[in-house]
T-cell receptor, first 112, second 111 residues
Framework: KQEVTQIPAALSVPEGENLVLNCSFT??????LQWFRQDPGKGLTSLLL?????REQTSGRLNASLDKSSGRSTLYIAASQPGDSATYLC???????????FGSGTRLLVRP | DAGVTQSPTHLIKTRGQQVTLRCSPK?????VSWYQQALGQGPQFIFQ???????QRGNFPDRFSGHQFPNYSSELNVNALLLGDSALYLC??????????FGSGTRLTVV
């Protein structure tokens, strides 16, 4: 059974810092992995999608990497801003399934 | 280009009642999935509809049912509401293995 874990559960950093959010999964037979952002009480906004054959994806200040063999993905946020404060969720889609399996998220606070 | 649209945004129901939530997928998407998110948790998969059929179902009781219409829009129905059904219900649409696009959700409160 696939399990997705995100560490840390919460993170508080001063504005301007570069930071890394971690996501690990137990079964490497994934089809893709997606990172989302969620503001309090709101829906999910897709940030980056990495197919299983890819190693990384970049969008602006965000960079996500994927290492299937070790069951890990990282989301790198450069030059963090207070507007980046949100919960970040990673989700995997398995080869044999149509459902996304989510971690519990990392709650990020960027202090001005 | 409109994204995923969900209605209503908020809903309060009494225990034992029935509720219907609605979702219009992103333009060009033909697959709709529903998720339940409890406070402080990641979303949990309820089911997915494709070509008007339930393609896959998560670990939710039969009280949760759905429908997909020919225009790809979808409904989630929950019967005999329990207090534990209070959550944020998220709809996601997709097309051919591309990433999922989520709506803003419906906040359901059961009292």
């Amino acid at each position: 059974k696939q399990e997705v874990t995100q560490i840390p559960a919460a993170l508080s950093v001063p504005e301007g810092e570069n930071l890394v959010l971690n996501c690990s999964f137990t079964d490497s037979a994934i089809y893709n992995l997606q990172w989302f952002r969620q503001d309090p009480g709101k829906g999910l906004t897709s940030l980056l999608l990495i197919q299983s054959s890819q190693r990384e994806q970049t969008s602006g200040r965000l960079n996500a990497s994927l290492d299937k063999s070790s069951g890990r993905s990282t989301l790198y946020i450069a030059a963090s801003q207070p507007g980046d404060s949100a919960t970040y969720l990673c989700a995997v889609l398995m080869d044999s399934s149509y459902k996304l399996i989510f971690g519990s998220g990392t709650r990020l606070l960027v202090r001005p | 280009d409109a994204g995923v649209t969900q209605s209503p945004t908020h809903l309060i129901k009494t225990r034992g009642q029935q509720v219907t939530l609605r979702c219009s997928p992103k333009s060009g998407h033909d697959t709709v999935s529903w998720y339940q998110q409890a406070l402080g948790q990641g979303p949990q998969f309820i089911f997915q509809y494709y070509e008007e059929e339930e393609r896959q179902r998560g670990n939710f009781p039969d009280r949760f049912s759905g429908h997909q219409f020919p225009n790809y829009s979808s409904e989630l129905n929950v019967n005999a509401l329990l207090l534990g059904d209070s959550a944020l219900y998220l709809c996601a649409s997709s097309y051919a293995g591309e990433g999922y696009t989520f709506g803003s959700g419906t906040r359901l409160t059961v009292v």
